[in-house]
């Protein structure tokens, strides 16, 4: 059974920085993209990040370019987005998800989501 | 980037009746690999979202069959023959034959 499990979302003040995790489990990590895909309160999802198989190739939204990195650890089956110059607008449940292919094709399969509010 | 847009935006139905969400992209969403990246997505309430059709038709592995999705080019629809309680919720189609990826703004299901 595929397994993703976000962590790393607390409260933090604007222009803070702060690392979201998510442990993958119970498919073979390093064949396939991840993304991270976020929800505002109340709102719709919007799609952040992605990156390639193998950490070579990665996209970003517009809203998050120039201060998300996207990485990821496949000895560790593992993703990660490091998010910097936070703003109120980044205030979301942001979701881990597979890719379907080793590029994207999509997304197939979605974590729980971690908490990220940026309040002062 | 690719705008998708979702139509209508809630729709209630009947239990038992069929249900019909319809989304369009600003541009053709056929990949140079000739595969049409367009996907179908559930989110219940309290829940994250599930993977219902990709490829345009293709059912995920546990999906009902009465979800069904066609289209091609820039128009899409999905289709629900038979709506059940447990159809409660928000879809979303997604493309992803372009960076960056887009959703439709979701499409609130609920029972008359």
């Known amino acids: 059974e595929v397994q993703l499990v976000e962590s790393g979302g607390v409260v933090i003040q604007p222009g803070g920085s702060l690392r979201l995790s998510c442990a993958a489990s119970?498919?073979?990590?390093?064949?396939?993209?991840m993304h991270w895909v976020r929800q505002a309160p109340g709102k719709g999802l919007e799609w952040v990040s992605l990156?390639?198989?193998?950490?070579?190739?990665?996209y970003y939204a517009v809203s998050v370019q120039g201060r998300f990195t996207i990485s990821r650890d496949n000895n560790r089956n593992s993703l990660f987005l490091q998010m910097y110059s936070l703003r109120a607008e980044d205030t979301a449940l942001y979701y881990c998800?597979?890719?379907?292919?080793?590029?994207?094709?999509?997304?197939?399969?979605w974590g729980q989501g971690t908490l990220v509010t940026v309040s002062s | 980037d690719i705008v998708m847009t979702q139509t209508p935006l809630s729709s209630p139905v009947t239990l038992g009746q069929p249900a019909s969400i319809s989304c369009r992209s600003s541009?053709?969403?056929?990949?140079?690999?000739?595969?049409?990246?367009l996907s179908w997505l559930q989110q219940r309430p309290g829940q994250p979202p599930r993977l219902l059709i990709y490829?345009?038709?293709n059912r995920f592995s546990g999906v009902p069959d009465r979800f069904s999705g066609s289209g091609a080019g820039t128009d899409f629809t999905l289709k629900i023959s038979r709506v059940e309680a447990e159809d409660v919720g928000v879809y979303y189609c997604?493309?992803?034959?372009?960076?960056?990826?887009?959703f439709g703004q979701g499409t609130k299901l609920e029972i008359k």
């Open positions: 998800a597979s890719g379907v292919s080793r590029w994207s094709g999509g997304i197939d399969h």
């Open positions: 119970g498919f073979t990590f390093d064949d396939y993209a």
């Open positions: 990156i390639s198989w193998d950490g070579g190739s990665t």
């Open positions: 541009r053709s969403l056929v990949h140079s690999d000739g595969n049409t990246y």
């Open positions: 490829k345009i038709s």
């Open positions: 997604m493309q992803a034959t372009q960076f960056p990826h887009t």
